[in-house]
């Protein structure tokens, strides 16, 4: 049985300025391996943990397995769950308004929808976290269990007091696209872990372990259609010259001669394994972000991507940007980041672009999104 509701606060019966920002975060991306949106809910909790005047606790939307949340959220957060299907929760949430939130959770002042659902609620403001519109430029790609994630979307946008994105370019594509007020959408850009700024490229006993090869290039990330891994995959088989391709991160891949699937890695081994490749490449077809991005250049890798909004908001000059689908023009700008000679200028600049992007920052802007939302 899920724990149950708070009683009432006496906290309520002061003065909102006297107490801190009651925030409820969805923190289901918590749970299972971590991707995009499990890494950017974890950071945001760890910074709002940290953060004075800001009362947070996480709850999970699952039938099996919220109490786990417990065990993986920063210490002192507290936990709350609805032991329901969340298939269940979304058909009722289309539907209607019930259950809110408040009926599991208990009392707050902020509800966050961390993943693109915001979660109805009686009384507290909803703050929603909107990564991308992929759902919006391909609902065919989606899986059968998200079919209707484009109207929950399009139903929290409207219902939200305060919308995050991850780059102004995501901003400006929801308020056009989904009929948005700009003025309610906060830019909270994504962080880089300062673990990334010391990253050292794999041991041998790494190397072993995972088969990794002596030079490579990579893409991190999980597999999806959207990610233009197809497009990656011929133009690297186009240039035998090339190092081998190296994939980090869940999903089916077509096995070769001239490629490798890590698979899914933890944060440390991933770290080794970027910091040892050749460039990265995200060749991308709709991104909201693309922290791998910020991530390479922080361990001083050079960097290839698609040539899209976000990708060049994130990048701003320090990674060689390739028209999406141009399989010879990828090819060659692989071959120019695998080339390059190493000089200290550029390397201080890549770091440096790096290290302004803090997940502290991102908690700061994001805070400051839920006091807008709650009128405080």
């Known amino acids: 049985?899920?724990?149950?509701?708070?009683?009432?606060?006496?906290?309520?019966?002061?003065?909102?300025?006297?107490?801190?920002?009651r925030v409820l975060l969805d923190g289901t991306p918590l749970l299972g391996d971590r991707t995009g949106v499990g890494r950017y809910t974890a950071s945001?909790?760890?910074?709002?943990?940290?953060?004075?005047?800001?009362?947070?606790?996480?709850?999970?939307?699952?039938?099996?397995?919220?109490?786990?949340?417990?065990?993986?959220?920063?210490h002192g957060m507290r936990a709350r769950g609805m032991p329901v299907a969340a298939r269940a929760l979304r058909r009722a949430w289309?539907?209607?308004?019930?259950?809110?939130?408040?009926?599991f959770a208990g009392r707050s002042?902020?509800?966050?929808?961390?993943?693109?659902?915001?979660?109805?609620?009686?009384?507290?403001?909803?703050?929603?976290?909107i990564h991308d519109l992929a759902f919006l430029d391909a609902p065919q790609e989606l899986a059968p269990s998200d079919r209707e994630v484009p109207a929950l979307v399009r139903k929290g946008a409207a219902r939200a007091k305060a919308i995050c994105t991850p780059?102004?370019?995501?901003?400006?594509?929801?308020?056009?696209?989904?009929?948005?007020?700009?003025?309610?959408?906060?830019?909270?850009?994504?962080g880089v872990d300062p673990a990334w700024f010391t990253g050292r490229p794999p041991g041998e006993d790494l190397r072993e372990r995972i088969g990794l090869p002596a030079r490579y290039l990579l893409f991190v990330g999980a597999a999806g259609p959207r990610k233009g891994l197809d497009w990656l995959r011929r133009a690297h088989a186009a240039a035998p010259d090339l190092p081998p391709l190296v994939f980090a991160g869940p999903g089916p891949h077509q096995p070769s001669d001239r490629t490798l699937h890590l698979g899914y890695l933890s944060e440390v081994d991933l770290r080794g394994v970027v910091a040892g490749a050749a460039a990265l490449v995200l060749?991308?077809?709709?991104?909201?972000?693309?922290?791998?991005?910020?991530?390479?250049?922080?361990?001083?890798?050079?960097?290839?991507?698609?040539d899209i909004p976000a990708l060049r908001e994130v990048a701003d000059g320090h990674a060689t940007l390739v028209p999406y689908g141009e399989e010879g023009a990828l090819a060659e700008a692989l071959r120019a980041a695998v080339g390059e000679v190493h000089l200290a200028s550029a390397s201080a600049k890549r770091r440096a672009h790096a290290a302004g992007f803090t997940w502290r920052r991102c908690a700061e802007l994001t805070v400051g999104a839920y006091r807008t939302a709650a009128g405080r």
Do not use: Q, Y
């Open 94 to 103: 289309l539907r209607s308004n019930f259950p809110p939130v408040e009926l």
């Open 109 to 129: 002042d902020v509800v966050h929808g961390t993943n693109f659902v915001l979660p109805p609620s009686l009384r507290a403001a909803g703050v929603l976290t």
């Open 1 to 21: 049985m899920a724990d149950p509701a708070d009683p009432a606060d006496p906290a309520d019966l002061t003065d909102l300025a006297d107490r801190p920002l």
């Open 167 to 190: 780059t102004a370019a995501v901003a400006d594509a929801v308020a056009d696209r989904l009929d948005v007020d700009r003025e309610k959408i906060v830019v909270t850009p994504l």
């Open 283 to 306: 060749p991308s077809r709709d991104e909201g972000f693309g922290l791998p991005v910020l991530e390479a250049m922080a361990c001083d890798v050079p960097v290839v991507c698609s």
């Open 44 to 74: 945001l909790s760890e910074e709002l943990a940290s953060l004075s005047g800001v009362d947070t606790r996480a709850v999970a939307f699952t039938l099996r397995g919220w109490r786990r949340l417990r065990s993986v959220l920063p």
